[in-house]
């Protein structure tokens, strides 16, 4: 398993290409056959993919790196299927995630398994995982049973809607915060304006994007940005003190998961456009 440490604004300032993609971009989760982790001391968030093939896949601790006997030990998971169609086993319950469909399981359940309808054109499970402190029960959500928000205009280039999964007024967690964004054709900006939350951190996973496609992913503090270049089914964390934004080459979807001190969507600090540097 992957380990990041968390990051300050004031070394960051001096990070150059390769040194802000050590840090902030995780761009080999998706392996077929494989679980794929990567620890974030960023709320210790942790950001992983299994593509089970033949065999499927279940979703283990590190025992070294969590201390735990089982994943969900002390924690929770928001999982979504961005391939085709798959199964998600949570201790004999088996549930069936097509494309763009949500998974909430909680604390403590001991066996969670990943499984494709057809091993030959396999699922891509992405999940989030924060710590957690109480179960809550194992929902699905799906794009009807989302709260939708529909924003932004083809004049700025960034109409878009918001799904929201795992959230206060929909799927109850302890702390994840979960959902995705869809961009409309012709559309290439997200979360522009943007803004930054204090009490909570995030992780991008973009995709639905062409092989040679990339996304200008924006980040830093509003007055001193930088820029990650990303590509297909590549996620980056972003630490509360961060912008998260990105200019595509053409349009695509992304996953977005929170995680801090408060599930409050609408707590965030709008980044004026005069401040932007
Ligand atoms: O804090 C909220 C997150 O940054 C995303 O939900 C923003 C987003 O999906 C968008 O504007 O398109
Ligand atoms: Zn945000």
Known sequence: ?????????????????????KEYLIDNLFVPGELKLTYSHVDR????????????IKLEADKHTMGSDYFLERREIGIINIGPKGFITVDGTEYEINNKECLYVGLGNKE????????????????????AHKNY????????SAESQHLGSITNSNERTIYRFIHLNGTKS?????????????????????????RRSEIYLYFDMPEDGVVFHLMGEPNETRHLV?????????????IHSGVGTSNYTFIWAM???????????????????
């Open 1 to 21: 398993m992957e380990i990041r440490y968390a990051t300050n604004p004031a070394s960051t300032k001096s990070y150059d290409t390769e040194g802000l993609r």
């Open 45 to 56: 968030f942790i950001a992983g993919a299994a593509i089970p093939t033949k065999e499927p």
């Open 112 to 131: 969670v398994v990943f499984r494709s309808a057809d091993p030959a054109n396999p699922a891509r499970f992405y999940f989030n995982s924060t710590p």
């Open 137 to 144: 029960p194992t929902e699905k959500i799906d794009l009807d």
């Open 174 to 198: 302890c702390q994840l915060v979960m959902g995705m964004t869809l961009l409309k054709p012709g559309n290439m900006w997200n979360t522009m304006p943007c803004h930054t939350h204090n």
């Open 230 to 242: 990303m590509r297909n089914e590549q996620a980056v964390i972003s630490p509360s003190w961060s």
């Open 259 to 277: 995680a801090g001190e408060n599930q409050e969507f609408h707590d965030m600090d709008a980044v004026p456009m005069k401040d932007l540097k």
